[in-house]
């Protein structure tokens, strides 16, 4: 199955030091602003603090509104409660545009629904990609869970894996389940579903070791998540497992694995873009009317990197943009 799936190049820009939960980029006389007006666009995600996928992120966004002399704050709680309530604080602060993932679509509903009735323009991000439109968002930037799930599959068939865990790190997240199901439509073996928790690496090597000691059969570990991918690894290594590894993202570990031999391929969704082109759509619509997406996503992935091209992304990895 030949995937038809648009690519963003890479944005090269080395973000600002990160500091705290906000940022405000101010060129001089909020340059690019015909008026001169003030653009202030608020970032609330289910990323928690520290989790390097969302620091790149964050940066993204930080650095778009730097570029564009636009004031950008950014939140962030796993917490689906939480998260609905970091989103109306947002909204009582009546930003230019709302930038939201969806881990929990059910769970932030109310909350983006709220800032729509506003008159607060929304794009999704990351996660939701299936319900944003029916929240009221504009458009969607990210990639398709499950497209890149069966390009994930596609892959690991490709490898001639027949027996795969795939490692879910977040319970409740419709999106990485999407990712496992769509590698088991196109993988032509068994994908089995392990569930750990990212607050606890240890305990999630472990988790991985004994269910490659368990059962020698296992021929593939997919992670979702680039912490989890190094603990698996540590985890074959442990086991004394041939089992192949493949992730989901990219940092300055995954591409070590991947020139290390060690892993066979990232799945990379340019969390990077994720962060900076939903700034730069809602600071267009603020000065210039101009709203993306005609009602459909924007892809920031999927693309793949293998040991082919794992050199060239590594240096963009430390730079904490990949």
Known sequence: MKLKITL???????PLALAGCSVTGTAPNDAGSASGEKTTIAVVTHGTPGDSFWDVVKSGA???????????TYQGDGDPVKQSQLIEAAIAAKPDGLIVSMANPDGVKSAVEKAVAAGIPVITINSGLERSLEFGAQTHVGQSEFIAGQGAGEQLKKADLKNVIC?????????????CRGAADTLGGTVSNVQVDIANLADAQNTIKSKLLADPTIDGVLTLQTGVAVAASQAIDEAKSTAALATFDVSADVTRLILDDKMLFAVDQQPYSQGYLPVMFLTLQKRNGDVVGGGLPVYSGPGFVTKENAAQVARFAKNGTR
């Open 8 to 14: 963003f190049a890479a944005l090269c820009v080395v």
């Open 62 to 72: 930080e650095q778009a509104g730097t570029d564009l002399g636009a004031t950008v």
């Open 167 to 179: 490692v879910i790190h977040e319970a409740g997240n419709s999106g990485l389940e999407e990712r």
